[in-house]
């Protein structure tokens, strides 16, 4: 396979419910990695995680680009309301999330680890 790939987030994002890169991706795909997990996160006003994810092992960072986005943790509500403000959540951090508008984020998470679903 090609060692450089060329794409478009929102027309890639639709293949793997958001997610651009990481360990789910084939391997020799230059977007397949185990160290990261790249998600394009387009939400419509209301869409949220209802179910916590819980126990979580990987840490996160995830950037608002647009809308209104509110990030659920343990001890807090985190609102993301400005272009580029964004979240970092460790590993062992229970979190769930609301679109408060129409929204689009960018998830980092890592390790990429197998055996987690594509979410």
Do not use: C, N
């Amino acid at each position: 396979m090609d060692k450089v790939y060329v794409g478009h987030a929102e027309t890639d994002a639709a293949g793997d419910m958001g997610w651009l890169l990481g360990h789910f991706k084939p391997p020799g795909d230059p977007r397949h990695s185990d160290e990261v997990e790249i998600k394009w996160g387009v939400h419509a006003r209301g869409d949220e995680r209802a179910e916590w994810v819980r126990g979580e092992r990987r840490t996160a960072l995830l950037i608002l680009i647009s809308g209104r986005f509110r990030v659920e943790l343990p001890d807090r509500s985190v609102l993301l309301a400005d272009q580029g403000d964004y979240v970092v959540w460790g590993r062992g951090v229970d979190h769930s999330w609301y679109a408060e508008e129409a929204s689009v984020v960018i998830t980092v998470r890592w390790p990429s680890i197998p055996g987690y679903a594509v979410r």
